[in-house]
C-alpha cells in the first residue's frame, strides 16, 4: 500500500500578500529603488542599527523608514532624529508586518523622492517569518544577549533571510563566543552573508551597509 502524499494548500491570506508583494518589489525595481526588511527580537538592536545606519546615510541619500510595533511611536520618533523620514505603523496586536500594511505607507508619499527603504518589522523571530514584504533582501538581527542557541532554534526566519546580523559583538564572550552564532547562521543556509556588529559601540556599520549593496 502506498502513503499518500500530502498537499499543502497556501491560505488566501498568503497568496493574497504574497501577490501584494511582488507588486512591492516590481515597483521598487523599477524605480531602482533599495528595500530592505529588517526582522530580530525585541531587544536585539534593530532600532540602534538603523539609528547608526541612518548618521551615515543621511548625508549622501534620501531614506524612508517604516518602523512596525504594537504600540508606541517610539522607534520611528528615534531614527527620525538622525535626519531621516519615519512613519509608525502600529499593529495592536499584530505579531508583524505584511505586504499590505507597507503598500498604504508607500501610497501616502512619494517614492520618487526617496532613494532607501527600510521596514523594521514586530520584534520577534517566528511570526515576521511567514509574511513577505515585498523586500529586495530580508535581514535577520539577533545579539550576543539572546544566548548561543537563538539561530538553531530559529531556522526558518534564517533560511528567508539573505544576511544575518550578529549584534552586541561588544559583550563577545559571555559564556560562548560570537563565532558560533556566525557557524549556526551559516549552516542554515549555504552561502548567507553573516556580519557581526555593536551597534552601541558603531562596530561593523560599514560593512553591514556594504553588504546591502550601498556605497557611502
Known sequence: MTQEKKVTVKKPAY???DKLADEIRDLMKRKNKLYFNIMGSIGAGKTLLLERMAEKLAPLYKVFVINGDVATTIDADRIAKRGVDTVQINTGGGCHLNAKLIKNELDKINIDDYDIFFAENVGNLICPSAW???AQKNIVVVSITEGEYVIKKHPIIFKGAQIAVINKCDLDGMGFNSETLVEDAK?????????????????????????LGIKI
Do not use: R
Not at 549552516?187 to 553588504?211: H, L, Q, R
Open 187 to 211: 549552516k542554515i543556509k549555504s552561502g548567507m552573508e553573516v556580519i557581526c556588529t555593536s551597534a552601541k559601540e558603531s562596530t561593523g556599520i560599514n560593512e553591514f551597509i556594504a553588504a
Open 132 to 134: 513577505d514584504v515585498g
Open 15 to 17: 497568496i493574497e500578500n
